[in-house]
C-alpha cells in the first residue's frame, strides 16, 4: 500500500458503466489515495450513494446542496472546494451529457460545476452506445474539451448493454487506474524505463492509388503501449498509418509514418535515447523498384501487370547495430511452424522476448478480434496466454517482461 497522501475526485454520470467505478474507487483506497465521490442524480439510479460512501469512507456528494462542506454549512461553496483541493478529478464514465457540459461550460449540477472550478489534471472515460459515440457532435465535444486539456481515455470495442456491438465500452480499468496513478506520481513496475512502441501496418507506394500492405491494425501495439503507460513507462508510440481518427493519451508522445524507410529512420532516431524497444509494426519486406506517378489503367497492362519488387531493411537487425542498443521485443507472425521460426528470429535477431502468433487459416488475430500468442525467451523458457481481448492480452505480456 501506497503512502500516498494523494487524493482523487471521482465523478460518475449516468450509464450503466457507473458500477465499475465502484471498482476504481475500491482500487484507489487500496492504494492509500484520498477519493471523494461526486454523482450525478442519474448515477444514482445506477448505483446508491451509499455504495460509494461505504467504499470511500467519504460522503458522496449527488447534488450542490445535499450536505455540508468545510466552507459553508449550507454546502454553497462545495464545488469551489473541491475544485482546488484534489490532485485529480477521475470522470468514469463520461457519458455523451457530461461531455457536452464540460465542452459547453453549462454549470447545472454539482459536477460540471466542479469541473469548471477544477485546478488539477481532468481524466474522462467516456462510455456510450456506439452511435452515440460516433456522432459528429460528439465527436466535437471530445475534441473541444481535449483542446483545453482533459485527458481522454477512449472506450474500446465490444458488446454494450443495450445489445448492440460497437465502440463504446468504457476502457479497461486497469488502463484507467493506471493513467490516473501516473498523474498521481504514484509509479509503476516500469516507472522510469523509456520505450518505443511501433505498430501499424507499412504501405509500399506503387502507384497513386494503389500500394502493398498486411492486415495489421495496430490495435496490439497501442495496447502494448496504454499496458506500458499504465505502468509508469515513458512511451513514444511510432504508428505507421494509423485508422483515422485515432487519439491517444497525449502523455505519449505519437509519430506517424508510412513506409518502411520511414519507419525504420524514426524508430533508429528515437532508440538512441530509449531503454527499450518494441517492435510491433508489420513492416513490409518487399516495395517496388519503380513507382508511377500515374495510376497504372488496367487495359494498357492487357489484364497482367507485372511489378519488381526489392527487400526492404529489417529493422530489428538494423536496432540490433545500434552502439547505446535498446532492448529489442518483436513479434513474430507465422501459419506453419510457429514455435520454431519464431524462436529462431528470437535468436538471429538478439531479442530479449519474442511474441509468436499464429496467423495462420484457422487463426483470426487481427482488428478487434481476441489474440493469443506464446512469448518465447532466450533461455529457452515459453510462456502460453491463451486467446483474450488484445487490452488484456497485452498486460498479461507486459507482467511478462516487467522483470528483464
Known amino acids: ?73 449550507a454546502g454553497a461553496f462545495r464545488h469551489i472546494d473541491f475544485g482546488r483541493d484534489y490532485d485529480v478529478m477521475l470522470v468514469a464514465p463520461a457519458t455523451a451529457n457530461i461531455v457536452a457540459k464540460f465542452s459547453a461550460g453549462i454549470a447545472d449540477d454539482l459536477l460540471s460545476t466542479t469541473y469548471l472550478c477544477f485546478e488539477g489534471d481532468v481524466v474522462i472515460a467516456p462510455a456510450m452506445n456506439s452511435r452515440m459515440w460516433s456522432h459528429p457532435t460528439v465527436m466535437r465535444n471530445l475534441e473541444r474539451i481535449r483542446e483545453d486539456g482533459v485527458e481522454i481515455i477512449e472506450p474500446t470495442a465490444g458488446d454494450l448493454a443495450c445489445g448492440e456491438t460497437g465502440m463504446g465500452r468504457m476502457a479497461d480499468i486497469g488502463i484507467i487506474t493506471g493513467r490516473v496513478e501516473k498523474l498521481l506520481g504514484l509509479g509503476g513496475p516500469w516507472q522510469g524505463r523509456k520505450v518505443v512502441v511501433t505498430t501499424g501496418a507499412t504501405r509500399e507506394t506503387i502507384d497513386p492509388v494503389r500500394f502493398i500492405s498486411n492486415n495489421s491494425t495496430g490495435d496490439f501495439g497501442r495496447a502494448v503501449a496504454r499496458q506500458l503507460i499504465h505502468y ?7 504508428e505507421a498509418n494509423p485508422p483515422s481518427p485515432v487519439h491517444f493519451t497525449p502523455d505519449c508522445e505519437r509519430f506517424v509514418v508510412e513506409t518502411a524507410d520511414e519507419i525504420l529512420m524514426r524508430t533508429i532516431e528515437l532508440a538512441d535515447d530509449a531503454d527499450w524497444v518494441f517492435m510491433f509494426a508489420a513492416v513490409s519486406d518487399f516495395t517496388p523498384v519503380m513507382q508511377s506517378a500515374n495510376k497504372i489503367k488496367k487495359k494498357e497492362q492487357k489484364d497482367a501487370l507485372k511489378i519488381e519488387l526489392a527487400g526492404t531493411v529489417d529493422v530489428l537487425v538494423e536496432l540490433g547495430k545500434l552502439k547505446n542498443r535498446p532492448k529489442l521485443v518483436g513479434v513474430s507472425a507465422e501459419s506453419t511452424d510457429v514455435i520454431s521460426n519464431s524462436a529462431v528470429k528470437l535468436k538471429e535477431k538478439g531479442l530479449c522476448a519474442i511474441l509468436a502468433v499464429d496467423v495462420g487459416a484457422e487463426s483470426h488475430p487481427f482488428g478487434a478480434t481476441p489474440m493469443a500468442g506464446t512469448v518465447i525467451f532466450p533461455d529457452g523458457r515459453n510462456v502460453e496466454i491463451e486467446s483474450l481481448p488484445k487490452e488484456v492480452l497485452a498486460r498479461r505480456f507486459v507482467d511478462e517482461l516487467s522483470d528483464i
Do not use: W
Not at 22 to 47: D, M, S, Y
Not at 232 to 238: T, W
Open 1 to 73: 500500500m501506497y503512502s500516498s497522501e494523494k487524493s482523487v475526485l471521482l465523478g460518475v454520470s449516468g450509464g450503466i458503466a457507473a458500477y465499475k467505478s465502484c471498482e476504481i474507487a475500491r482500487h484507489f483506497v487500496k492504494l492509500g489515495v484520498i477519493v471523494q465521490p461526486v454523482i450525478t442524480e442519474n448515477a444514482a439510479r445506477f448505483v446508491a450513494p451509499l455504495t460509494f460512501e461505504s467504499l470511500t469512507g467519504r460522503p458522496c456528494f449527488t447534488g450542490m446542496f445535499n450536505g455540508k462542506t468545510k466552507t459553508d454549512e
Open 232 to 238: 509508469g513507462a515513458d512511451v513514444k508510440l511510432v
